[in-house]
């Protein structure tokens, strides 16, 4: 693991990674999320800034994850359907 040091909303931390490169990117995701929702929401601080981005990101994990098993149905029955053909 590595040290790395990010910045979010003007806040310096530093954090350990297998993937520093990594790391920074999803910092600089969540700092650039985090200026959007501090202009639509000026009253609110910084932790509940950061709280309205884990419930925006967690809505859109679980949207992915319920693509995803549709996804993986269709291609279940895909293969299926393929696997038929195949006489």
């Known amino acids: 693991m590595q040290s790395v040091e990010v910045e979010i909303f003007g806040r310096r931390f530093r954090l350990r ?3 520093p490169e990594r790391t920074k990117q999803i910092a600089d995701e969540i700092n650039n999320q985090i ?3 501090s202009k639509h929401y000026d009253n609110l ?3 509940k800034l950061l709280l309205l981005i884990c419930l925006q990101q967690q809505d859109e994990v679980l ?3 319920d693509e995803n098993r549709a ?3 269709e291609l279940e029955r895909l293969n299926q359907m ?3 053909l195949k006489i």
């Open 17 to 19: 990674s297998d993937d």
């Open 35 to 37: 200026d959007t929702l």
């Open 45 to 47: 601080d910084f932790t």
């Open 63 to 65: 949207t992915l994850g």
């Open 71 to 73: 996804l993986s149905s």
């Open 82 to 84: 393929l696997s038929k």
